[in-house]
């Protein structure tokens, strides 16, 4: 038999990869700043948008200005990312967009509403019921130290998975299933975020929430969140809600 | 030209047109909502329209060619009608996008001249015997009108017996027999066994594709959402006009349906099976349990107050749906349980194959389980028979999504009217409750309409005291609306508030409440429930009932028999500022049902304008010249105004008298055909009468000038 030969590598071959390398490495830049920009200057204008519109809701917010962190965690996390293809250039604007399977992005106005009231901390655990898209998990985990999210559509679940793998979530955990009895593995948990619809509010996501801990319902169907529940747990361990409209309307006029 | 016109052919394809038009109604209710059948209307209405111009355009040459066109539009209308169906259900039209997503505009648009097309078929065929046949126009229109009064009544029947895409398939079958029809009254002899051929192979095409077919429901309907949880499939579906019932279970995530549940409930409800119908509004089927104390949850509802103030031993139910009131009346223990159930198709389910699953509830001895309507069954019942009940429940009957985003804002309900109200009242003994269940939304809309209706139905039973007899508390997704025909007394008022207490639920309403104790858990920005109770109750020093309605946003006036649109919340005073939130999502508080009205009323306006009146305008310039066969400008406008008045008069009357016969028939997809088919039937006999009388008119005035 004839024995094979190895050639080795011809010296200059090394230095050639390493400039092909350099040259991908140039080219992709070069090709993926620009497009980067462009996401980050409709991000910044959506910013805008939304310091607006909470502005003008101000008063029934009852905050003045959304916190600091929370506008930029939304402005760090790349929303055109969590969105399907054929809706990408509509990403960055003021409504809800369809994601498939009958669920659908959140108005980013929502999140960073939903996110504020939250009022999160950089060391808080956060439980997620509903990954969806996976945006909401997005910009929690940019603000605190874990998040644990549950989506009960196995396909939404996975697509979520590669995406914070791909873009380099790593205090995102998840898991596809049933959401009703959280996830009492990380509990207790220092806000939970429901945003799967349920007919009622499963009492296990109640006892893993922390006493001063925040829950946060979205409440209406895919394209038009009605209204926002707020749950609070006391220290003493008793529940306040506040039903939270986030628009500038007043139903009654006149005195009363 | 024959000397006989296709009357056996144009009887039957009118009867198949009519059928189809409430086919569609059926379909687009079951993969959209509801309020399409608005739509359907005028599609159809459009599509007759177009044909006349279509046929007054082509007159010479269609009547040249009568025996191939006529049957030609006859074919293509038993084709179109299937395949625009088929097309429509790839169109991703989705209405609550429609505000800010332009795409859903031009989506509602194709979908209106797609269905236009077998109406434009069918309607040119039938124009185009009237044109051929001048002098038999009596005849004619009778037997159009007879056939259509006959087919709209038929559809009903079948929808009975068989799904709807099996009777789209008939209905498309039956138009390809009456092509053939055609082809032997025109006597085509050229080919004629070929073309016969022809036809018999595409309705066996028809048969083949729809055979198969299943309807693409809305990914956004409850249904489709759930189907797509790993676990559920359909286990069960049944379909009658009154809608298509399906049966999901879920095996690896339970449904633990329970809307209204106190954040104190620790009990999770037993295994459940949903129950939809037209592919939401879902209501729960639950397995019967071992121990009845497994159905506590249902003790931690709104709903549930009534139990807490006295004993119930007689109760009435108003919709059974899945059973879900029966377990909770069980709970505790009702003696007397009468229920009245709109869809016989659910009793059916209930008493059928899942009697063994849910315990045989409508079975057992003390329930007493009746088919129809509540308002009909209640007027039965002997005078003698009268104030019986200690309770008249009447539970949350419609999806919340659904009923928050408008979506039935423009469906009738005599359920919730003043009259209603009051014949309720009328049925229960003199410490006897109407509990009415609504849900709470933000702004609070539905329980304050509900609350102002019991005020009105208080005051017209003479009742001079309505604080007295009244009661409202809620949690923060449901309220529940006591009416009590006797004043409340301590006892009650007290274990309201243990009641309360215990599950989380605020106070909005009792007689003798104090301002600070409402909006104290479930809490909204201002005690809006408790303001409202006090203002439609007089009890306000700062607005009277009537001012707080009118300033109000919502439209919060007690729906009556006159007005029966419970649902209708919107004023229109107030668009312009919805519009002007619509960044923070304050197009959400817009119903949805007026805005793809309006956009089916525009869409409508415009194509009646480009594909009718435009073409006849053309036309009309082009011929002016020819001054032997136009009319002048005045004799036009005269002709267009009456035809125009005809029509619309017409159209409003027909319109009307569905809406009104609702109350008598319980559901539109009676109402519609009933009313359709008298307006046809009798219009018809009033043609054939017409042309009679003529003909025995011109007679007579024949003889007295020969005389």
């Known amino acids: 038999m004839k024995p094979t030969t190895y050639y080795p590598l011809p010296s200059f071959k ?10 991908l490495c140039i080219t992709h830049q070069a090709f993926a700043s620009p497009m980067e920009d462009y996401y980050m200057q409709k991000r910044q204008h959506m910013i805008r948008l939304i310091e607006q519109d909470v502005h003008e809701t101000s008063q029934y917010l009852d905050t003045e200005a959304l916190d600091e962190k929370v506008l930029k965690a939304i402005s760090t996390v790349p929303r055109h990312k969590f969105v399907r293809p054929d809706t990408i250039e509509d990403a960055y604007k003021n409504h809800p967009l369809p994601i498939g399977y009958g669920q659908t992005i959140s108005q980013p106005y929502i999140v960073a509403i939903m996110t504020d009231l939250l009022k999160l901390s950089t060391d808080d655990k956060v439980l997620e019921v509903g990954t969806g898209s996976g945006y909401q998990a997005a910009v929690l985990s940019e603000l605190v130290k874990q998040v644990y999210s549950i989506e009960i559509i196995t396909p939404l679940g996975e697509q979520a998975k590669s995406r914070f793998k791909t873009i380099g979530y790593k205090n995102i955990t998840t898991k596809i299933g049933d959401g009703y009895y959280g996830w009492l593995e990380h509990a207790p948990y220092d806000a939970i975020i429901v945003t799967a619809a349920a007919s009622h509010i499963p009492h296990a996501l ?41 628009v500038r309307f007043v139903p009654l006029t006149g005195e009363h | 030209m024959l000397l ?46 177009i044909s006349g111009t279509l046929v007054s355009l082509l007159q010479e040459f269609l009547k040249r060619k009568f025996h191939i066109a006529y ?8 084709v179109s009608s299937v395949a625009c ?13 429609i505000i800010w997503d332009s795409k859903q505009f031009w989506h509602l648009l194709s979908l209106f001249l797609l269905f236009s097309i077998p109406f434009l078929l069918v309607a040119s065929a039938i124009c185009l015997v009237f044109l051929s046949y001048p002098g038999q126009i009596g005849k004619i229109y009778a037997v159009d009108l007879l056939g259509a009064g006959i087919g709209s009544i038929s559809i009903i029947i079948l929808l009975y017996y068989l799904f709807p895409i099996s009777a789209l398939m008939i209905i498309s079958l039956i138009g390809l027999v009456a092509t053939l029809i055609a082809l032997h009254e025109t006597q085509i002899k050229h080919k004629e066994k070929t073309v016969s051929f022809f036809i018999i192979l595409t309705g066996a095409l028809v048969f083949l594709i729809l055979q198969n077919q299943i309807l693409n429901i809305s990914p956004y309907k409850d249904e489709a959402k759930i189907l797509n949880i790993s676990g559920t499939k359909i286990i069960e579906q049944q379909s009658s006009p009154l809608g298509l019932l399906s049966i999901i279970e879920s095996k690896k995530i339970p449904f633990r349906h329970a809307p209204g549940l106190s954040l104190y409930n620790t009990k999770e409800p037993p295994e459940q099976l949903g129950l939809f119908t037209d592919a939401s509004n879902m209501t729960a089927i639950t397995r019967f349990p071992d121990n009845l104390e497994q159905l506590s949850y249902l003790d931690q509802l709104t709903s549930a107050l009534p139990y807490h103030l006295k004993e119930i031993n007689t109760l009435l139910i108003v919709g059974a749906g899945g059973g879900s009131d029966i377990l909770q009346a069980m709970f505790h223990n009702t003696s007397h349980i009468d229920t009245v159930e709109l869809n016989p198709q659910i009793i059916e389910i209930l008493s059928g194959p899942f009697a063994d699953y ?28 009268k104030e019986q009940y200690d309770l008249i429940q009447i539970s949350l009957m419609d999806s919340f999504n659904a009923s928050a985003s408008g979506l039935y804002a423009l469906n009738e309900s005599y359920l919730y009217t003043v009259e209603a109200l009051q014949l309720y009242l009328e049925h229960l003994n003199q410490d006897g409750y109407l509990a009415i269940s609504r849900w709470v939304k933000t702004p609070p809309r539905d329980t304050i309409k509900m609350f102002a209706t019991a005020v009105s139905a208080l005051s017209n039973t003479l009742i001079t005291e309505p604080a007295k007899h009244l009661m409202l508390i ?24 243990q009641f309360c207490q215990t599950r989380g639920f605020d106070v909005a309403w009792y007689p003798g409440i104090k301002s600070d104790e409402a909006n104290q858990l479930n809490r909204f920005r201002e005690a809006y429930f408790y303001q409202a109770a006090s203002a439609l109750l007089n009890q306000s020093k700062k607005q009277t009932p009537y001012q707080f309605i009118n300033n109000y946003k919502y439209y919060i006036s007690p729906a009556s028999d006159d007005k029966p649109f419970f649902h209708h919340f919107f004023k229109w005073s107030v668009l312009s ?13 817009v119903e949805m049902g007026h805005i793809v009205l309006l956009a089916t009323l525009i869409l409508a306006v415009i194509s009646s304008i480009i594909l009718i009146l435009l073409p006849l305008l053309i036309f009309h310039l082009r011929s002016k010249s020819n001054t032997r066969f136009s009319l002048s400008t005045i004799g036009h406008l005269k002709l267009f105004s009456y035809f125009f008045s005809i029509g619309l008069a017409f159209l409003f009357i027909e319109i009307a008298m569905m809406q009104k016969f609702i109350l008598f028939l319980h559901h539109p997809i009676y109402a519609i055909p009933v009313v359709l088919s008298a307006f046809m039937i009798f219009a018809g006999l009033g043609s054939a009468l017409t042309s009679h009388i003529l003909s025995q008119w011109s007679r007579r005035q024949l003889l007295i000038s020969r005389t």
């Open chain 1, 14 to 23: 090394a230095p050639f990869f390493l400039f092909l390398a350099f040259s």
């Open chain 1, 206 to 246: 109640i006892e893993q929430l922390k006493a001063g801990g925040r829950m946060m319902i979205p409440v209406g169907s895919n394209f038009m969140t009605q209204q926002l529940l707020l749950i609070t747990k006391t220290i003493d361990g008793e529940l306040q809600t506040q039903q939270i409209l986030p």
């Open chain 2, 4 to 49: 006989k016109p296709p009357l056996l052919s144009l009887g039957l394809i009118s009867a198949t047109a009519l059928a189809y038009e409430i086919l569609l109604m059926r379909l687009f209710s079951i993969i959209q909502w509801h309020h399409f059948a608005y739509m359907i209307i005028s599609l159809a209405l459009l599509g007759y329209g």
């Open chain 2, 71 to 78: 049957p030609l539009f006859l074919f293509f209308f038993s």
């Open chain 2, 85 to 97: 169906f088929l097309l429509a259900q790839i169109i991703p039209f989705n209405p609550e996008a």
């Open chain 2, 358 to 385: 849910s315990g045989n509830i409508f079975l057992q001895d003390n329930v007493h389980v009746y088919s129809g309507d509540i308002r009909e069954f209640l007027s039965r019942t002997p005078h003698n028979e």
């Open chain 2, 474 to 497: 809620r949690g923060w997704q449901t309220s529940t609306i006591l009416v009590k025909k006797s004043p409340f007394n301590s006892s009650e008022v007290h274990q309201l508030k």
């Open chain 2, 577 to 589: 500022e919805l519009i002007s939130l619509h960044k923070q999502g304050g197009l959400a508080l």
